[in-house]
């Protein structure tokens, strides 16, 4: 597969239980974002990685949102003490390098739903 | 980043050209102008991406004025598998990219 991998592609969940989501970006590619997606709206920018380093997380909606990468490769989105209002579907993407002017490339996401 | 500012909706009907205006009012001087298209259940795909002028791939057109303020994403005789949500981003870098809701096309046959 060339493409960005998630997975799971769906799991549902109890409330206050800790999900991990995984992302397998395109080899090569040195940059690796996460983005919510709520129900008919947009993409809503979480983190992004360059190589293992993640510059800015404030994008992480609170503190129970965190982000890892090793071996600039996989990356893990974790969520402790899931509530309601995080059931989305979490997308990943990777690029060859960061910034605008290179695409990025999607997954099909992690769809999320807490019970 | 400049925000962008595009129809919530569009309707079309086979074989027309499309066109998707999107308002980039604040746009900065090392900013691109990149559209991206959505289908139902997968996520977002690169469709083109310019800085001025015009530009053209196998899928598209953009069209961007001199003044850069807006840009135009022209979908040549769209088929029914056109129907998707088209986000129009502007931007440097990729830091806390803002994708908006999109412009949901929806193709009739």
């Known amino acids: 597969g060339a493409g960005v991998s998630q997975s799971p592609s769906n799991k549902v969940t109890e409330k206050g239980k800790d999900v991990e989501l995984r992302c397998d970006p395109i080899?090569?590619?040195?940059?690796l974002y996460w983005y919510r997606q709520r129900l008919g709206q947009g993409l809503e920018f979480l983190i992004y990685?360059?190589?293992?380093?993640?510059?800015?997380k404030s994008g992480l909606p609170s503190d129970r949102f965190s982000a890892e990468r090793t071996g600039e490769s996989v990356s893990t989105l974790t969520i402790q003490r899931t509530q309601q209002e995080d059931s989305a579907v979490y997308l990943c993407?990777?690029?060859?390098?960061?910034?605008?002017?290179?695409?990025?490339?999607f997954g099909d996401g992690t769809r999320l739903s807490i019970l | 980043l400049a925000k962008t500012t595009q129809p919530i909706s569009m309707d079309s009907y086979e074989g027309q050209e499309v066109n998707i205006t999107c308002s980039h009012n604040?746009?900065?001087?090392?900013?691109?102008i990149t559209w991206y298209q959505q289908f139902p259940s997968q996520g977002p795909r690169f469709i083109i991406q310019?800085?001025?002028t015009k530009v053209t791939n196998e899928v598209a057109s953009l069209f961007i004025p001199a003044d850069r303020k807006s840009s135009t994403l022209s979908l040549p005789r769209v088929s029914l598998s056109d129907t998707a949500v088209y986000y129009c981003?502007?931007?440097?870098?990729?830091?806390?990219?803002?994708f908006g809701t999109g412009t949901r096309l929806q193709v009739f046959p």
């Open positions: 993407a990777s690029s060859l390098i960061q910034g605008l002017a290179e695409p990025q490339h």
């Open positions: 080899s090569g590619h040195t940059a």
């Open positions: 990685f360059q190589g293992n380093s993640a510059p800015d």
């Open positions: 604040n746009i900065a001087t090392n900013d691109y």
């Open positions: 310019g800085y001025k």
């Open positions: 981003l502007v931007g440097d870098t990729t830091d806390k990219l803002i």
